[in-house]
C-alpha cells in the first residue's frame, strides 16, 4: 500500500506531525540561516554548511523537545511555517555560525 501511495505521490498521509514540524523546523532554519549568512557576509564551505545545518538543526529541535515536555508554547520559528529563525536574536547560535562562516 505504501508503495501504491508513494507512486502516486500520495505518501503525506503517511506522515506523522512531527515529521511535518520537522520539515517546518528545518525550513525556517534554513531561510533565517541563509538570511543570515548574506548579512553577515559569511560564506562557509558546502561541507561546513551542512554541518552547520544539522549542528543547529539539532539544537533547535532539542529546545523544542524541551518547551514541549515543559509544556510551554513553542515560538513560531519551531513550529510554524514562514517564520525564519532570527540568528541575530541569539547569540550562542550567532557564534556559532560565525565560526563555520
Request: aromatic content about 4%; overall charge negative.
Amino acid at each position: 500500500m505504501r508503495a501504491d501511495l508513494v507512486e502516486r505521490g500520495s505518501t503525506e498521509s503517511l506522515r506523522s506531525p512531527v515529521d511535518r514540524v520537522d520539515e517546518v523546523l528545518l525550513a525556517n532554519l534554513i531561510q533565517g540561516l541563509q538570511e543570515f549568512l548574506l548579512r553577515e557576509d559569511l560564506s562557509p564551505t558546502p561541507v561546513d554548511h551542512a554541518r552547520l545545518v544539522v549542528l543547529l538543526y539539532r539544537i533547535l529541535a532539542r529546545r523544542r523537545a524541551e518547551l514541549l515536555r515543559q509544556g510551554a508554547p513553542l515560538p513560531d520559528t519551531l513550529g510554524q511555517p514562514g517564520h525564519p529563525f532570527d540568528f541575530t536574536s541569539d547569540p550562542d547560535l550567532a557564534d556559532i555560525v560565525h565560526l563555520a562562516g
